[in-house]
């Protein structure tokens, strides 16, 4: 992995431990552990906190679909009524 800088983070150390457990159960690394599900927390931080902005203009072509009747998708519908295979 070319050009990582380096991220220094004061943890306690039951912080460390607890850390230390979860990487080696995910088999790797505690810096790669560290870096990957910090990277993901991230994303799904911005994810969440994503603004969707509707111009005036298409406000209403919005609100028709919004408000349309839901309509059957046979896929999803094949999903939905298929057994999960963990149930089994």
Known sequence: MANLAPVSVRISP???ELLEAA???SRTNLSDFIRRRA???AEADLFFRALVTIP???WKKFEDWANAP???IPGLKNLADT???WRD
């Open 14 to 16: 039951r912080e460390r």
């Open 23 to 25: 990487a080696e159960q």
């Open 39 to 41: 990277v993901e927390a």
């Open 56 to 58: 005036a203009a298409n």
């Open 70 to 72: 839901a309509r059957e």
């Open 83 to 85: 057994r999960a295979s």
